[in-house]
């Protein structure tokens, strides 16, 4: 059974910091990458950033510079730093496993392969 659980998020005040981490099992890790979507309007998920299986990253523009993902040496976990946040950044952010990692997609489709649950980051002004 596939698994993706993320932890890390939180409310802070804007300027501040947080980590999340996603923990993946029950899948192939050098079939697929890793990253992180987060929920925008309605049910659309955009992508934050990822890692492909090849190590290509990918980080979606406003948060360039600002957020830094990594990966440990098995695969089986991703981190994403996030700093100098701001209230734009509040959102639901989802752990994924996928191979092409599509910019938006509506949340939990099967256009991508895998899912995590979501943990809420709130960021107040």
């Known amino acids: 059974q596939v698994q993706l659980v993320e932890s890390g998020g939180g409310s802070v005040q804007a300027g501040g910091s947080l980590r999340l981490s996603c923990i993946g099992s029950g899948f192939t890790f050098d079939d697929l990458g890793m990253g992180w979507y987060r929920q925008v309007a309605g049910n659309e998920c955009e992508l934050v950033s990822s890692?492909?299986?090849?190590?290509?990253?990918y980080y979606e523009e406003r948060v360039k510079g600002r957020f830094t993902i990594s990966q440990d040496n098995a695969k089986t976990t991703v981190y994403l730093q996030m700093n100098s946040l701001t209230p734009d950044d509040a959102a639901v952010y989802l752990c994924a496993a996928d191979l092409l990692f599509p910019r938006l997609a509506q949340c939990n489709a099967r256009r991508v392969h895998y899912w995590g649950r979501g943990t809420q980051v709130t960021v107040s002004s």
């Open positions: 890692i492909r299986r090849d190590g290509t990253v």
